[in-house]
């Protein structure tokens, strides 16, 4: 840093690279070297600077509100800090929902008891793939598998008796909302229909994300189902109690 100091645009500054970058292989996309070259490498570079640029905090106005936040929806820090808590809070309560549907899972898979029939899935995962497997091979990816396998028949079994179904305006409008959230994040805040529709067509049309599309919408018809049918509580705990028992950290 002290090298780059009362330097101006059009100034050289040498640096060395050995102990430039922590990782040495950060050299490797800056210098354009192999990796066995990299490792040790002690020879000065020399810099020419081109650009000078400076950040500086932005006003707190209402042009910087409708930026953030769309035109009009927000007009005073307040509700700026509002907002923040309000998208905060619908960022957590998606883990939650995630967390408790993991558990509601694995208690169906603990307390769920039936047979499969193994030696024929066993025989049937040597055949399915490109490349036979081996007796072990199968073994082992069976193991893999079992739990995902079980899961899948007790959530057609419980999608059978609730009578839970996907439809195509289901898909859209899954969609629609996935790809509003996105643009959000970009400053799109208020796209119109024509823009999210022709997105939304698109993206319907590569039976890959109809199928990753119709998992997460089955997830959520689920979870409904579960708040609905098992008795919970509430618990209210700490940001990092909450990060510990989601992800055991």
Known sequence: EALFLGK????????????????D??????????????????????????????????????????KLFGEGNV????????????DAEKQFETQSNQKFLNDVTEALLK????????????RWIQTVGETPLTPEQAEEEF???????RYQLIEGKVMSQNNLQINF??????????????????????PTDADVDGIVQRVLSNQEEVKRLSDQVMSEKMLDLYKEKVSSSVKEVTYQEFIAASYGE
């Open 169 to 190: 305006e289901d898909l859209k409008a899954y969609a629609a909302e996935m790809i509003k959230k996105q643009m959000a994040q970009f400053g799109q805040m208020n």
């Open 143 to 149: 193991a893999k598998s079992e739990n995902g396998l």
């Open 75 to 86: 007009s005073s820090v307040e509700e700026i800090k509002e907002k923040i808590k309000e």
């Open 25 to 66: 292989h950060q050299l490797m996309d800056y210098l354009k070297v192999g990796h066995d070259d990299v490792h040790g490498l002690d020879i000065n570079v020399d810099f020419t600077i081109e650009e000078i640029t400076e950040s500086e905090p932005a006003e707190l106005n209402q042009e910087l509100f409708d």
């Open 111 to 122: 307390n769920t008891k039936f047979d499969l029939p193994s030696e024929f899935l066993k």
């Open 8 to 23: 101006k645009v059009g100034d050289v500054v040498t640096l060395n690279t050995k102990g430039l970058f922590e990782d």
